[in-house]
C-alpha cells in the first residue's frame, strides 16, 4: 500500500507544523524545546508520506547533533540526503540547510557543500534573495574548513549585504563573516562583526550565540600563541552549553 494512504490529511499537517516549529526554537537556541518538537513530528509522522517523514527526520538529526549523538543524526540523515537529491533545494530550503549544516558538524564536507551550491544556484536562478543569504552565510563555514578563506569572506560578506538589502538580521552570516575574519588573525574586522553578531543575537533571543562568538574569539587567541586564554574560554563554552540542552 502507498506510504502514508493510511494516514488522515490532519496528520501529515500535524507532523508539518511540529517539524516547522522545531527549526525557529532551535535557531533561537532552545534545544530542548526543538528536541521536544521534533520527536513528536516524527511520531506523529510515522503513517505518513515520505516528504512529511523526511522533514522530521532532518529536525531530529539537528537535535541529536547538537546534544553529542553523531551516530544518531548520521543514521537520520542517510534518508534525508537521498530524498533531497530528488527535490528542488529553493522549495526544501529549509531542510537542505539544516542537511548541510549537520553534514558540516560532522566533517561531511563534500556532502554540505554541494548541497548548498544547489541551493545559491536555485535561489540565483528564480532570484530568491529573501532565502539566498542563509545558504552563502552556511557555505562560507564550508568554506574556513576547506581553507578556502578568500572566497568564504567573499560569500559571507554578499550574505551580509543581501540581508541588509532585503531588511533581514541575518546575525549567522554576520557571525561567520567575523569567524573568518578570526581565523586570518585580522582583530578589527573580528571583533567588530563578532560583536555585531552578538548584538544581533540579544534583539532577537538568540541563545547560542555567546557560543559560537566564544569560539570564534578562542581562534583569534590561539593564532596569538594565548593558549591559557583560548583554553578558558573553552572551559566556559562547555559550561554553558549544558543549559542549552548542548554537548
Request: some cysteine; overall charge positive; glycine content about 10%.
Amino acid at each position: 500500500r502507498r506510504a502514508g494512504a493510511g494516514a488522515p490529511p490532519y496528520r501529515g499537517r500535524a507532523a508539518g507544523m511540529l517539524a516547522d516549529a522545531a527549526g525557529p526554537a532551535f535557531m533561537l537556541g532552545e534545544v530542548g524545546p526543538a528536541w521536544a518538537l521534533a520527536e513528536r513530528a516524527q511520531r506523529v509522522s510515522r503513517l505518513c508520506g515520505t516528504a512529511t517523514r523526511r522533514v522530521a527526520d532532518v529536525m531530529l538529526a539537528v537535535c541529536r547533533a547538537t546534544h553529542g549523538d553523531r551516530h544518531g543524526a548520521r543514521e537520520l540523515l542517510e534518508p534525508a540526503h537521498s530524498w533531497l537529491e530528488g527535490q528542488s533545494t529553493l522549495r526544501r530550503a529549509q531542510e537542505t540547510i539544516f542537511t548541510a549544516m549537520i553534514a558540516m558538524w560532522l566533517e561531511d564536507l563534500e556532502r554540505a557543500d554541494a548541497l548548498l551550491e544547489r541551493l545559491t544556484s536555485e535561489c540565483r536562478q528564480h532570484s530568491a534573495l529573501g532565502v539566498l543569504p542563509y545558504p552563502l552565510a552556511l557555505r562560507s563555514g564550508v568554506d574556513l574548513r576547506l581553507g578556502r578563506w578568500q572566497q568564504g569572506v567573499a560569500r559571507a560578506a554578499e550574505s551580509v549585504q543581501l540581508a541588509q538589502e532585503t531588511h533581514q538580521a541575518n546575525a549567522y552570516g554576520v557571525f561567520f563573516l567575523g569567524h573568518l575574519y578570526a581565523a586570518r588573525g585580522d582583530h578589527a574586522e573580528a571583533e567588530e562583526h563578532l560583536s555585531r553578531a552578538e548584538h544581533l543575537a540579544d534583539r532577537y533571543r538568540i541563545g547560542c550565540m555567546p557560543l559560537y562568538t566564544a569560539a570564534a574569539r578562542g581562534v583569534l587567541e590561539l593564532g596569538d600563541g594565548d593558549v591559557d586564554g583560548a583554553d578558558r574560554r573553552r572551559e566556559v563554552r562547555v559550561r554553558r552549553w549544558p543549559p542549552l540542552g548542548c554537548r
